[in-house]
């Protein structure tokens, strides 16, 4: 199907009925973009497969019509496929300059020269193909997250990306609400939303509220305290620096994802001057036990990481002994409970003093609740929101939301089915093309996944 002059085409290949792997479509005279191409991670459900990425298949039979790949933001689940499918699309990457940083580590570490990537600034409007896209900045758990104003002469979308209204952010700019509210007199034919918290109530909490919790929870610490949080979290990163300034500890960053992403904060300008050199890891071991506060990969449970290997003591560069604190601040992904809680059990087999978001107020989502879709919506009162970004329980909640909210039409798509936007509102559905998930087999290359499996994902996701 090649887009008609007259028609904006909206396909979503991953993220739809699912939290991760987000990949989507937008087709418009005679041409396609994809906004974000991301990997999820393989759990204990499904423990053959350790990353997945959406099939690509219907675009690579349409090359010649893939105009660009338009990032959103620099999570795993946004750019994480880039050095596995970039090699088949071969087209250029459009990306804020954090954003482009990651990308081009990313495809450096996987061998891959030659990738053009076109650097485009917060509030920056350019085009890709027949397509006039802005870059509206927001607020997240990363630097220089964006939503997507598409425009093209058969209508315009809002693609939101993910984003929450964060009042107190620690680093980068804040969101453009002034931006938003103008698009109330900009006539869309749908915002494309992020719906992972929609069954929150309430608002989102800001990223600048963790200090506090988090200071009083270091400060009377008899021992060592090892913080596990995301690696992109570079705000997260920045607060704990913070908090160690303050409570007379020295901090290190441990695990070579937080060591490369706090490489390019800095390059960026994303992290702060006034904070005191950073320990190496290969260091911290030596301080004494109450001047250690150190920050590492493993919020997930994964195996491999540091603090899976420093809950067997068999990390390199630290030890943990009984009465030191571990902190858990992250969000707990579906999926990997069995995972979590084993690595937290055995933490407190060891005798560690283990505490989670459920003890303390040491972590805050990314992602926008109830109240916070209902803001966006009285802002912009779109006639037409599409869910995306989360299970199908999160996306009928969103969009529930949004009809509340005045939204006269509302569809919950999911992987695969092709929509036809009008320009004035509304999406009428014409087909759905096949679609399915690559992982990456043994020999490295990439191979379907069956499809028996994908029955029980989205079985599981419901």
Not at 424 to 434: D, K, L, N, T
Request: aromatic letters at 6%.
């Amino acid at each position: 199907m090649t887009p008609r002059s007259d028609e904006l085409l909206f396909l979503p290949l991953g993220g739809s009925g699912e939290i991760g792997m987000n990949a989507t479509l937008y087709g418009h005279d005679g041409g396609w973009i994809v906004v974000d191409l991301g990997i999820t991670f393989g759990n204990e459900r499904f423990p053959d497969y350790d990353v997945m990425m959406a099939d690509t298949a219907f675009i690579e039979q349409r090359i010649d019509e893939l105009r660009g790949i338009v990032l959103t933001h620099g999570h795993e689940d946004h750019i994480g496929a880039l050095p596995y499918l970039w090699p088949r699309l071969r087209c250029p990457v459009y990306a804020t300059p954090f954003t482009a940083a990651l990308v081009m580590q990313k495809l450096a570490r996987a061998g891959i020269a030659g990738v053009p990537i076109i650097e485009r600034q917060t509030g920056e409007r350019f085009d890709v193909g027949a397509f006039d896209i802005e870059y509206i900045g927001m607020t997240h758990s990363i630097p220089e997250p964006h939503m997507l104003l598409i425009r093209s002469p058969a209508g315009q979308v809002l693609h939101t990306g993910d984003w929450k209204l964060d009042r107190a952010p620690v680093i980068g700019t804040h969101f453009d609400s002034a931006r938003l509210k103008k698009l109330r007199k900009e006539p869309l034919s749908a915002v494309v939303c992020d719906s992972t918290n929609a069954v929150v109530a309430g608002s989102t909490g800001s990223e600048g509220d963790l200090y506090q919790p988090l200071l009083q929870t270091v400060a009377d610490a008899p021992g060592r305290v090892v913080v596990t949080t995301f690696a992109s979290n570079v705000a997260r990163l920045v607060t704990l620096a913070r908090v160690a300034r303050d409570s007379g500890r020295r901090f290190g960053v441990i695990g070579p994802a937080m060591q490369r992403m706090v490489s390019i904060a800095r390059g960026s300008g994303y992290w702060p001057d006034d904070l005191p050199d950073l320990v190496e890891a290969n260091h911290l071991g030596y301080l004494p036990r109450q001047e250690v506060l150190a920050a590492c990969t493993g919020s997930q449970g994964e195996p491999r990481s540091a603090l899976a290997r420093m809950a067997t003591a068999s990390h390199r560069d630290m030890l943990l002994e009984a009465g030191d604190r571990v902190l858990f601040s992250s969000r707990l992904i579906p999926g990997n409970e069995r995972s979590v809680h084993g690595l937290q059990q055995r933490l407190r087999d060891l005798g560690m003093e283990v505490i989670t978001d459920e003890d303390a107020a040491i972590h805050v989502s990314g992602h926008p609740a109830a109240e916070d879709l209902r803001q966006l919506y009285a802002w912009i009162a779109p006639a037409t929101v599409i869910p995306v970004h989360g299970t199908p329980r999160h996306q009928h909640a969103n969009a529930r939301i949004a009809t509340a909210c005045g939204a006269s039409t509302t569809c919950v798509p999911g992987n695969g089915e092709l929509f036809r936007l009008n320009r004035q509102g509304g999406a009428e559905p014409v087909g759905r093309v096949e679609s399915g998930r690559l992982t990456v087999a043994a020999d490295g290359q990439l191979e379907a996944v069956p499809g028996d499996v994908l029955v029980q994902m989205r079985d599981d996701a419901c």
